[in-house]
C-alpha cells in the first residue's frame, strides 16, 4: 500500500491552479508549446551539441540564423510566384 505525502509547496501549487490567472496563462500555454515543438522538430534542436548555458545560446544562434535563411528561400519563392502568375 502506497501513501502519498503532499507538502506545502504541493498545497499551494494545487490552489493556484485552480485560479483565474492560472486558467488565463494556460490558454496561452499552447502557442509556446508549438514554437518549443517547432524548434525541436525543424530547427534541429533534438540534441544538444554543447554543453551548459554557451552551448545552448551558439546552438540557438546557429538554429536562427538557420531559419532566416529558410525564410528568406520561402519569401524568395512567393515573390517569384506572384511575378509569374
Not at 7 to 26: C, G, P, R
Amino acid at each position: 500500500m502506497t501513501v502519498t505525502i503532499k507538502k506545502e509547496i504541493n498545497n499551494k501549487q494545487a490552489e493556484y491552479m485552480q485560479t483565474e490567472e492560472f486558467k488565463d496563462l494556460y490558454k496561452e500555454r499552447y502557442k509556446i508549446e508549438q514554437k518549443n515543438n517547432e524548434i525541436k522538430n525543424i530547427g534541429d534542436m533534438k540534441v544538444a551539441i554543447g554543453s551548459g548555458q554557451l552551448g545552448m545560446i551558439i546552438q540557438g544562434q546557429y538554429v536562427f540564423l538557420a531559419n532566416m535563411k529558410r525564410i528568406r528561400t520561402l519569401r524568395e519563392k512567393k515573390s517569384h510566384y506572384k511575378l509569374c502568375c
